[in-house]
């Protein structure tokens, strides 16, 4: 019955929240929406998206389970959170999954709907969890989803099925009134979303705001929380992914270059969502070309490089393994393309959906002949955007393929970004040779790249092409000593880029006792953890690569700095075996492979157990 | 040399000789297709730095350092994909393959019929000599079943591909073919293929010397190719032969040869080409012809169909949107409307 009580309202700094269902339970598009509400009153958050590779498993089953986390606060946020503080189950595989993860006392909310007799037995649930005592280390609301939602859109003309499928409004509904978020957002996308189908839209705003107003009258809810907002920099922020933030930084690699861009690629999880945000983007001049395969993706921009477009090829682990043979190509002919590799779980097809920084190796070392590639790391989403501009700027001015590398848990995260204005971004300067004179194929410029001649100039018609060429002139040449010149002229080169970017910066004291060495995704965990144990007094210090070949200049002189260099790595130590090989020094591996990125916990742990204290437990 | 943009330029097949010593077998057939490709780009009305020869990996595929325009050796297969990338890069340019049946019909397979399928606009030249040359000798997806050649000492019991068979289920929108031996008809062809709009396939039956010496000899040789090539002429009813005595009919849908000279057939009973009928029943009959024992090798333009091409869709829909939304910067790109400001 409702009631006209006032609600306590608590304030909180900082709020873990989980999201789980079934695959078909719309949990990704809740947890976006909360994210995106969420980001416009000004907290800062991580999200983290945790899905099956399967589109539709069967409804009920453990491995159909669907979730999403994000962690938001009034303070800065590293990662998606640890521990959530509240668990959103749809159904009883749902609870059955994530239930381990949530926090003790924790908020446990479900749809008491689905916890039937046939869920119960798929989930391996004896007794209902509901009913018995097993759940009294939570706070548990226990709420009929389903059939309120039912009862909201009784009058809608709407098949079962359909109002079926809005019941997960229901719940972003309740939990925007938990967390004291508006519904505007998530309306006016309801409205622009479902356009052309009036019936839906209108249904889904009906049950959203029914979820809220149930909050509101419940007594099963006796407080609502409220998390002000982070004390930001200064600036326009949105919310955005490390996918959307490379396809906005290619294309602002592309303004600021003056060169048309060209996406050739096949579709790959998780790197499709590049194809999808470039092909969108025609008034931009962008052509996407979906290919037949993965190695036409990068065949084709080879070609689209070779007429002087900036090209680019997306992927993924498996993908890399095909376009192998491509990027050779384009290392002997010498070609601008940047080949992005969004890291999933390997081997083969592996864990599609799931996190994994294993391709270390095989971007670096895993090509036939010596065929060096500098290779660049993003760290967080919105660094995507930084990187991309960086990676196209090295592949122009060097005239090579680079690889740039993300992994999943980057790709499909978000967080807030400041926008950097126009003017802000710096320009990339590109040259194309027209002179006839003076031109030779293979005459190299200070920085030892070759002439970039668009096909059409007149008079420097030329041939390029796989076989090994002769220096200056570009003729086949099978000669002992020219290919020996070559190979070390190729690794010069790249060597050389060292000279051309940032150096290696160290976070807190500059020298000491123990350094966290990171790159790509595992930077969140790593600041986070950092934080948590510097508070605690011990001195710990960080860098995080983002040149992973070559390295900055001064990698070498900074890690022998420290006493102790520990790197977690989401793999089995590669990078820690190329510190190894490159520098002679001992770091220590810390090292997990579940698909999943670093909880900052389990990095503060072994830091503690590095450093010879307690490790918390 | 002149250079105006208004008048064409003059070109001789000299023009189109590159620097480069070439270095195929001393009578191979390539070098017959290298000259007929030398002699017939001086009419085809493009500059020369605007065309573009790209290949993959094989004999055929050291032709573009013969041809003094631009040019792409790639790797095995990839000819067509990367060429495709180049067309919708830089549509003005004329992009063309250099290819053979192993490097188009085995590894790069997937990207010949993807090619043909979204209509890119590309001239491909395969060079078909049903063998590896190359790699010294191997049965290729076109030897003849039976086969023995080094990799298949018992005989090749692979099926071979029908080259124009399967660009036209591919859906190529032009699909000839021609003989090294030939070279005003491999002339004519490369004409053809040049003036068409979407992905044009020639094959082009080449003579290796060294492999598979005498492969189409039957076509080529003065006392037999009289009576074993047709070729192929618009709107021309079907007659071949030495004396130009044989014409053929179709029974049902089973081509038959028919004798001019016996009175009781006559040039009216014979089929008429129709290269452009949009229905392609009767290019697949022409292409599968010789499965029927006695018939003759058609030579020609088996098909010639128009529809837009992939890189005039690409430019379209450009220009559409473009006209719709306005031309993006990087304001618009990054200041969309789900942003909130922090003072």
């Known amino acids: ?136 280390r939570y706070k548990l609301i226990s709420i009929p989803i389903t059939s309120l939602t039912s009862n909201a859109l009784k009058d809608s003309g709407l098949s079962i099925k359909e109002i079926t499928r809005s019941k997960n409004f229901f719940t972003l509904g309740i939990t925007y009134w938990l967390f004291n978020r508006p519904l505007e957002p998530t309306l006016a996308w309801i409205e622009s979303k479902f356009a052309k189908n009036k019936a839906i839209a209108d249904a889904n705003s009906i049950v959203l705001k029914a979820g809220y107003y149930f909050g509101e009258n419940t007594e099963l809810f006796t407080t609502r929380y409220t998390v002000e907002p982070a004390q930001l920099p200064k600036g326009i922020y949105r919310n955005i992914s490390g996918n959307e933030a490379i396809a906005l930084g290619f294309v602002a690699a592309s303004k600021k270059s003056g060169l048309p861009l060209f996406l050739g690629s096949y579709p790959i999880t998780p790197a499709s969502d590049i194809l999808h945000f ?44 095909l376009k192998t043979e491509a990027m050779g190509l384009a290392v002997m002919t010498e070609l601008p393309l940047v080949i992005i590799n969004i890291q999933r779980g390997g081997p083969s097809t592996g864990l599609p959906t799931k996190t994994e920084q294993a391709d270390l190796f095989q971007a670096i070392y895993g090509r036939n002949g010596e065929s060096p590639i500098p290779v660049l790391a993003t760290s967080t989403p919105s660094d995507c955007f930084n990187m991309s501009l960086e990676a196209a700027r090295i592949a122009l001015k060097y005239m090579t393929p680079v690889i740039l590398l993300s992994d999943g848990y980057i790709a499909n995260g978000t967080e807030p970004w400041k926008l950097p204005h126009e003017n802000e971004i710096p320009e990339i300067p590109v040259h194309f040779w027209t002179d006839k004179e003076s031109f030779a194929p293979y005459k190299r410029d200070e920085n030892l790249s070759r002439p970039w001649v668009k096909p059409g100039t007149p008079g420097l018609e030329h041939r390029i092409g796989g076989l090994e060429k002769a220096h200056i002139t570009g003729n086949v040449s099978y000669d002992p000593d020219n290919h020996d010149f070559m190979v070390r002229m190729r690794a010069n080169k790249i060597k050389n880029i060292e000279n051309d970017i940032p150096d290696l910066e160290v976070k807190y004291e500059q020298e000491g006792d123990l350094l966290v060495l990171g790159w790509g995704g595992t930077y969140g965990a790593i600041t986070e953890a950092l934080i948590k144990v510097r508070a605690q007094g011990k001195k710990v210090s960080q860098a995080h690569l983002k040149y992973l070949f070559p390295f900055s200049k001064n990698t070498g002189e900074v890690l022998k700095r420290f006493k102790k260099i520990l790197i977690p790595e989401i793999n089995l130590g590669q990078l820690t075996t190329i510190i190894r090989s490159e520098f002679l020094i001992a770091p220590i591996s810390f090292t997990k492979i579940k698909g999943l990125p670093f909880k900052s916990s389990e990095i503060q742990n072994k830091i503690l157990e590095v450093l010879g204290g307690s490790n918390g437990k | 040399m002149a250079n105006n943009i208004d008048a064409p330029v003059k070109y001789t097949a000299k023009d189109f000789t590159s620097n480069q010593d070439v270095r195929w077998c001393p009578g191979c057939g390539d070098y017959s297709i290298l000259a007929q490709v030398q002699r017939s780009f001086p009419e085809i009305g493009k500059k020369k730095e605007e065309i573009v020869f790209i290949s993959g990996i094989g004999c055929s595929s050291r032709f573009p350092y013969y041809m003094d325009t631009y040019g792409f050796h790639s790797i095995h297969g990839r000819a067509a994909a990367i060429a495709s990338g180049l067309k919708i890069a830089r549509p003005e340019l004329s992009v063309w393959v250099a290819t053979g049946d192993g490097d188009l019909m085995s590894i790069g397979g997937n990207h010949f019929i993807h090619t043909c399928r979204k209509n890119i606009d590309l001239k491909i030249l395969m ?42 289920g591919a859906e190529a929108s032009f699909v000839a073919r021609t003989i090294d031996r030939d070279p005003k008809h491999l002339q004519e062809m490369v004409k053809r293929a040049a003036e068409h709009k979407g992905t044009a396939f020639i094959e082009i039956y080449q003579n290796c010397n060294i492999f598979n010496d005498g492969a189409f000899s039957i076509l080529t040789e003065k006392e037999t190719k009289g009576d074993n090539v047709l070729v192929l002429e618009q709107g021309k009813p079907m007659v071949y032969g030495k ?6 009919k179709l029974d049902g849908f089973t081509p038959v040869v028919i004798n001019l000279k016996d009175g009781k057939n006559s040039i009216n009973d014979c089929l008429v080409h129709d290269e452009k009928d949009p229905d392609p029943i009767r290019a697949f009959i022409l292409a599968h012809m010789t499965d029927h024992e006695g018939m003759p090798t058609p030579i020609g333009v088996v098909r010639q169909i128009f529809k837009e091409t992939y890189n005039e869709g690409v430019e379209r829909q450009i220009k559409h949107i473009t006209e719709k939304k306005g031309e993006g910067t990087i304001e618009k790109l990054l200041f969309t409307e789900n942003t909130w400001e922090v003072n």
């Open chain 1, 1 to 136: 019955m409702a009631q006209e009580t006032e609600k306590e309202i608590l304030g909180l700094s900082d709020v873990t929240i989980r999201f789980a269902g079934d695959s078909g339970d719309g949990m990704q598009l809740t947890g976006s929406q909360f994210s995106d509400t969420t980001a416009l009153m000004g907290n800062d958050l991580g999200t983290l998206p945790d899905y099956p590779a399967e589109i539709r498993a069967p409804a009920g089953t453990l491995y159909g389970v669907s979730g999403f986390q994000l962690h938001f606060s009034s303070n800065d946020v590293h990662t998606p959170g640890d521990t959530p503080d509240v668990l959103v189950a749809m159904n009883p595989a749902a609870l059955k999954i994530n239930l381990k993860d949530l926090k003790e006392g924790g908020m446990l909310i479900t749809n008491s709907d689905s916890f039937d007799a046939k869920n119960l037995k798929m989930a391996g649930y004896s007794t209902n969890p509901l009913e018995d005592d097993s759940l009294s």
């Open chain 1, 278 to 321: 470039l092909s969108g983007f025609k008034n931009f001049g962008v052509k996407t070309f979906q290919a037949e395969d993965e190695i036409a993706g990068i065949a084709s921009a080879i070609g689209a490089s070779y007429g002087g477009s900036l090209a680019i090829t997306t992927t993924s682990g498996p993908g890399m393994a």
């Open chain 2, 127 to 168: 060079f078909n000599n049903r063998i590896y040359g190359l790699t010294k000798g191997q049965y290729s997806p076109t030897s003849e079943k039976g086969k023995v050649t080094k990799s298949s000492p018992y005989g090749s019991i692979d099926y071979p591909f029908n080259p124009l068979s399967l660009a036209l």
């Open chain 2, 243 to 248: 004396e130009n005595d044989k014409g053929i």
